[in-house]
């Protein structure tokens, strides 16, 4: 199976998705300027500043011809993962519910933390248990995640929670401690915690690899997802 | 075509002045172009001829540090040097000050920083992969100086992180001297292949001279003589629109855009736009190439209208980088740069006049050797003379406040040994700095091994870079304190504690950058500060076996309360075999052993628990056996990469029991010593001991055999185990018992220096 990974000119953790989906599968570099998704069955949109982000952040990527073809990709069903900023910017591309805010201490934050798996029915999860607790870091300015009261419940009640911060690791103040969503068709997937920085326990932590683990699985039998 | 000449006013003497030149080096120049100069040569001049770019009064001195070494591949004089670090790799690193565009502005100052130094790396070829600094201020009970920290951490996270280079070590110091002169050292490291490494020689007539990224504004406008060569003073807000402001975002295109060129080899040589612009990316690649240049201003972007030829020859805009190009190759380099949305621009082109000249359209506005500018600025010996005594007042004694707010309620706690250890723990310069790293991001580039406060330097594993199995480690280093004390053994020990640093994570060191902070060297005291570090830093590297690979000199760093401490910082790379194999400074496992090794000969002379007490700074600190220090280290080094040590520490500010307590505070685990076990020692006696500070001494830990292994190389004195949740010794006829929440709780007291 092979994972492409979109590169805006602002990307930062591009390289280290690529090196995260390549434990799993073949993984490419989709450039922002092309609509050409190379075939690929996953999409990974990476952490970094998109087009600088000076304006809110994600704003500008949706406008960006390859989120046109990711935005198609997903509609048809085809699994989106957003790290970090890619969380923002499919937020903004409205694929995913909510926003992401300043984090509440209003400083960039670059800190390891517990993330509890809430729903492991999903093709990014399907490899963990419920109730796994994964050390991930995070590292982000605007990760504090949002959402009005009736869409927070829906979304709890919908199952579209996929990761919480464990007790005392919230680290930006979000809602219901969400670290990441998926869409109510739970296809595309944001959170801000960084599972590509934790795919090797010398550099930490070894358990974000379940999440790439798991859309392998799924790439290679969709239907059982 | 007009002629410079008869645009040159008759004298300007008194313009001269007030952009820094003395009459005798107007003189010189006057001299140099046979005429006297008009306004634009003038202004190139003065920047050229400034100390930033000349380094008139340090030049000498630096030829004493030793440039040649078994790994160089890139020595002094290049945007940055290089060490081979096996494999066909080369590491690229050099560290650079921002110190008076921070004190001004410390968001922007500390930000472009950081910026200007990744231009550095990848003006050779190298892709950035590790940013450390080095940051001083005033003491944090000064409003001014929470402003600084608090501006200038933001602005290195800004920057650093936005551009996907991380950012994985350095220190911090809170001094009074640097409250109105702060430091912001920023050092970046990178990596490349050894054959794509370029220099910046220009070379090839009739090629073509490319601007490359932001365009020119006037921000920036006389940096170099302005903020870098004069002494900070009252006005300063004035010199607030001569900060640059940064552009992460451009300078991630610029990069990219200029490592693809480098990859696909378009250009002929390439070179970064830093202090004094154009004016000195230009004329120095003119000069390695032993070639003219002629540029013409009006082929410039700008970022704002009826710029004057002198002001975009001068203009310290960032994101900016100059490159010769052959015609035949043009067409590629506009393809990439247009790809990356770079503009990419032809200002000029190579000649063999050995001159810079410079046009606006048909019009001749300058006309000046490239010579005169580059290699004719007169040096100057310095005229050091020793002080008869410590010229730095005492600081105000902190320690009884400390004792109070790390909540002591043991009676006579100013002795008492577990108050101290936590009032030490407690100060601005050994607290935890988990509230300033937190702001960085430590693990973009998926290199980090050993991450800040970890381990006592950083490590990168390069196994995507090599597919093997080496890391390289890096430490930056230099306590001013120590240097005001004593200007030469204040520096050896710098030099020493960071190679100490690489030998706790197993990595042996290849080559060294420094940046030294001084005051004003035409003032004798600073002179001899001055003269006496370098002195020092040359006599422990050539011991060391470790040659300076570059680096960096800012003078003037005085206020109207006179020089800051001087402050030579060090930064070392260092190369380990096996990534696996790297000890952090945590205590691992109930049951090992606790060690010191080596032979380090503490004092409380200069010492930190000194400053708490508000004591005199003395005028000179014990002499170090260079070569004993030497042995320890490697000693250590080959335990580490035997992956003997669970862990290894050096013991530095603080002495031996903040060494302990730290390890005790990475690991989460507690020890139990016995080395005062005496009880006929008087507390007073055993306080040197305690927190007296030398270097050259090791905190280690591990299983029983390996500490024996380690005994039979070097002195290595056993001296406690490893467990529980506690600290414990027996001081005289006491013992000192502290929790490990009580030590966690005084080590994050800077969490509030934040709020």
Known sequence: ?225 | MSDPAATAAADLRGEARALGLTDSEYDLICDKLGRTPNGLELAVFSLMWSEHCAYKHSKRLLGRLPTEGPHLLMGPGENAGAVDVGDGLAIAFKVESHNHPSAVEPFQGAATGVGGIMRDIFAVGARPIAVLDSLRFGELDSARSRYLLDGAVAGIGHYGNSIGVPTVGGEVYFEGPYEQNCLVNAMCLGIAPKERLIRSAAAGLGNHLVLMGARTGRDGIGGASVLASAELGDDDADKRPTVQIGDPFEEKKVMEACLELLDRELLASLQDLGAAGLSSSSSEMASKGEVGLDIDVSKVPLREEDMEPFEIMVSESQERMLAVVEPEQLAAVEKVCERWEVRCTVIGEVTDTRRMRIFDGDEQVGDMPVEALVDDCPLYDLEPEEPAEQIYPAPKRTLDELIATTGDDRASAADDPAAILLALLASSNLASRRPLFEQYDALVQSRTVRRPEAADAAVLQLVHDTGGSTAIAISIDGNGRRVACDPYWGTVEAVLECASNLACVGAEPLGLTNCLNFGNPEKPHVAWQLSRSVEGMADALNQLGVPVVGGNVSLYNQSGDGPIYPTPVVGMVGSIPDAKRTAGIGFAEEGHVVAMCGTPQPSLAGSALAKLRGEPLPTSLAPVDIAAVKRAQDAVRDAVRAGDLASAHDMAEGGVLVAIAESCLAGGIGATLDFFGGDDATYAELEPYLFGEAVGGFIVSGPRDAIDRLAERVPTDVFGSVGGDRLELPVGDRRLSVSLDELRMAHSALAGAFS
Not at chain 1, 186 to 192: P, T, Y
């Open chain 1, 1 to 225: 199976m092979k994972f492409g990974v979109v590169r805006f000119p602002g990307s930062c953790d591009e390289v280290d998705a690529v090196l995260a989906c390549e434990q799993q599968g073949e993984a490419e570099i989709l450039w922002h300027g092309d609509r050409d998704l190379k075939g690929a069955d996953v999409v990974v949109v990476p952490g970094g500043f998109s087009y600088g982000d000076y304006l809110r952040v994600g704003a500008i990527a949706q406008f960006s011809p390859v989120m046109d073809a990711v935005a198609e990709f997903a509609r048809a069903g085809g699994p989106v993962l957003g790290i970090c900023n890619g969380f923002q910017v499919l937020c903004e591309a409205g694929l995913l519910p909510g926003a992401l805010l300043p984090n509440v201490e209003l400083r960039f934050v670059c800190r390891q933390v517990d993330v509890e798996v809430a729903n492991a029915d999903t093709p990014f999860t399907r490899q963990c248990a419920e109730g796994d607790v994964l050390s991930i870091p995070v590292k982000h300015t605007t990760g504090r995640y949002y959402a009005p009261e009736t869409t927070l419940a829906e979304i709890e009640e919908r199952g579209q929670v996929v990761l919480r911060y464990a007790e005392d690791y919230n680290p930006n103040g979000s809602a219901n401690g969400i670290a990441g969503v998926c869409n109510a068709e739970r296809n595309v997937m944001g959170l801000m915690p960084h599972p590509e920085h934790a795919v090797d326990p010398l550099t930490g932590s070894a358990d974000g690899a379940c999440l790439f683990a798991s859309l392998a699985a799924h790439a290679a039998e969709p239907a059982a997802a």
